[in-house]
């Protein structure tokens, strides 16, 4: 319990209490034989209750019954590999927790087992003591039971805690595995305590298979995982290769490398593991995430302990990345850590505890109702325990979470600058959302450079020295993630780069524009790190659509791979990218149909319409959405 503080609701939350608004109630989950659910908000797990006999998933001597999450779901998205039916892997799906795989030479076997001989004890944390064969260890074959563990599981509404114990040993070793199951909004949580209860050391390393298909979508086209840092890998991916014609690579791979993304291009018939692992010098947080491009959900897999290295293994029905972690452990010895897996759809939002796409009085008035509860209080939301950290206690930190998103809409984001260029007359651009006009410069007084654009008016550009400066820092700083939109159509077929927006300096890292190279392709500069988007052409003459979207993985270390790239609303593939860390300066405003080089011609030559900056990155929905033009 928290210390028994005073704490003053704010007025306006106050005046909220009197008319609460009903929560949007929870979406119904089939499920399995022998789960329950659990659930906060829109965010749906099922999981396996060791305390049923009819529960069939992972009853092997490999996989845990602690915590065997077999769905998530989330507004309806599924985000796991979980059938019925067992499907093509048996009764396994979701994310099963495996101790002690042994699969490679760098990997520890169970402890004690190699101490052991044909017949002798040894111990399957996770599962209980087993009896050695005179084989090798070998993760798939069933040994002999001496003591299967006992787990005990208690349930709320929002969490699962479980207990795992044994009342022996195997030759000295033993353990005690305690472990709570989370969710919160659009996160589940996993915490995890383990106990040395024996006499002897072990080391022991842990992994979750992480089953991942997201709304049964067969694997292949639209699949990326990611990766915060330059990973090496065995055997190695085939790096992208430059594409013969302008949708193909030039061998056509399944599976490729872009910098430290791995892209599934066709659907799969199964591919060999591969280890990633992570550079010496990497300090950074140990995450990944695996999106689909095409249904708009994604999941963000972080761990607290060290992961060395993760395991892929692929087949046409899932995508299991596993992070290992390695933990020794003297006698009484123990250790905490935590899984998180966040996962988010087209529409959702942190802030949105009701699931209707917006944050309004709604969100308010539930965040009211459970105001300073707790979990196991009568008046307990967990979607409302949004701030970070999330400590299970609705207050103020959780207000100002939610104040931050006040009037954010998923479905209709609001822009943080928006140059409409709809002027008929005049030198000056105004902006709509923010408040920074731009001065036309290089442009004459008879007011040529107004014309019909794609959505009302647009700005004529001569491509040798016209172009549109705005003094200070509309466009977004350092490492913030940020949308950027604009209509372009070319006077003429692109032969030469073209700078559509700009703003930063001229240091590494330090610029950001969006440009059409001398190809005709969209592509996004960062000063040393450049991605191009190579499915369909931009400077053709014609109107399109573009939009560049920075998604850091990796909260304050954007890199052009957290890059998505659009044209007309559709999300391409890149099949040009130089690696390089993002920290855009400001201290040169922002250029329209220019670079912020002065030395650099790039200027643009043909029309610009309707340019929207957003301080977040936008769903492909949303850039979608903007694609369409009014008057189409």
């Known amino acids: 319990m928290r210390e028994a503080t005073i704490r003053y609701v704010p007025l306006a939350l106050l005046l909220v209490i009197a008319g609460l608004v009903p929560v949007a109630s929870a979406q119904t989950l089939p499920i399995h034989a022998g789960t329950r659910v659990i659930r906060s908000g829109d965010l749906i797990a099922e999981i396996g209750d060791p305390a049923s006999a009819d529960l069939r998933w992972n009853q092997g001597l490999r996989f845990s019954p602690v915590a065997n999450v077999l769905r998530l779901q989330l507004e309806g998205q599924e985000f796991l590999y979980s059938p019925v039916g067992g499907g093509s892997v048996g009764w396994l799906g979701g994310l099963p927790m495996e101790f002690d795989i042994g699969q490679e030479a760098f990997q520890p076997d169970p402890p004690g087992y190699n101490e052991a001989s044909n017949g002798d004890p040894f111990l399957k944390i996770g599962v209980g003591i087993l009896t050695r064969n005179s084989s090798a260890y070998n993760f798939s074959s069933s040994y002999p039971v001496i003591e299967l563990a006992q787990t005990s599981a208690t349930w709320h509404a929002d969490r699962v805690r479980f207990v795992q114990t044994l009342t022996g040993t195997a030759n000295g ?315 372009v159509k070319t006077a003429e077929r692109s032969s030469a780069a073209m700078t559509v927006i700009a703003w930063g300096s001229q240091e590494a890292g330090q610029g950001f524009a969006l440009e059409i190279d001398p190809a005709g392709r969209f592509k996004v500069t960062a000063d040393g790190g450049s991605a191009v988007a190579g499915d369909q052409l931009v400077g053709d003459k014609r109107w399109h659509h573009v939009a560049a979207v920075l998604a850091p993985l990796e909260h304050g270390t954007p890199r052009m791979s957290d890059l998505r790239l659009y044209v007309d609303g559709r999300r391409q593939n890149l099949y040009g990218l130089v690696e390089a860390d993002i920290e855009t300066a400001c201290d040169t405003g922002i250029r329209i149909g220019a670079s912020y080089d002065a030395d650099e011609s790039s200027a643009f030559s043909g029309i610009i319409d309707d340019i929207q900056v957003f301080d977040i990155p936008l769903s492909a929905r949303n850039v979608a959405d903007l694609s369409i033009a009014a008057d189409i």
């Open 173 to 487: 070793y033993s353990y005690r595995l305690e472990e709570d199951v989370i969710v919160k909004n659009d996160r589940l949580i996993m915490n995890y305590r383990l106990e040395n209860t024996g006499t002897k050391e072990f080391t022991t390393e842990q992994y979750l298979h992480n089953f991942m298909t997201f709304s049964n979508t067969p694997v292949g086209p639209d699949y990326r995982l990611y990766f915060p840092y330059d990973f090496t890998a065995s055997p190695d991916v085939e790096p992208w290769a430059p594409p013969v014609s302008r949708t193909r690579a030039a061998a056509n791979p399944s599976v490729v490398r872009l910098g430290n993304v791995i892209a599934y291009l066709e659907r799969l018939s199964g591919v060999p593991k591969t280890w990633i692992y992570k550079p010496e010098d990497y300090m950074g947080r140990d995450i990944f995430a695996l999106e689909h491009t095409g249904t708009g959900q994604c999941m963000v897999i972080e761990t607290t302990a060290p992961t060395p290295y993760t395991g892929i293994w692929t087949t046409d029905y899932q995508i299991s990345p596993e992070q290992f972690i390695m933990l020794t452990l003297a006698p009484g010895e123990s250790t905490t850590f935590s899984r998180t897996y966040v996962v988010s759809a087209n529409r959702a939002l942190p802030a949105d505890n009701t699931g209707e796409g917006f944050v309004d009085a709604s969100d308010l008035s539930t965040l009211s109702a459970a105001w300073l509860s707790e979990p196991g209080t009568a008046q307990w939301e967990p979607a409302c325990d949004i701030a970070a950290p999330m400590d299970d206690t609705i207050d103020l930190d959780d207000l100002a979470a939610l104040a931050a998103q006040w009037k954010r809409d998923a479905l209709g984001p609001v822009p943080v600058a928006h140059w409409r260029l709809d002027e008929i007359e005049g030198l000056l651009a105004a902006d709509s959302a923010g408040g920074h006009a731009g001065t036309l410069r290089g442009f004459g007084n008879d007011n040529e450079q107004w014309a019909a654009g794609q959505i009302g008016g647009g700005l004529v550009l001569d491509g040798v020295d016209d172009f549109v400066e705005i003094e200070g820092s509309a466009g977004l700083c350092g490492r913030r993630p940020r949308t950027v939109t604009a209509w």
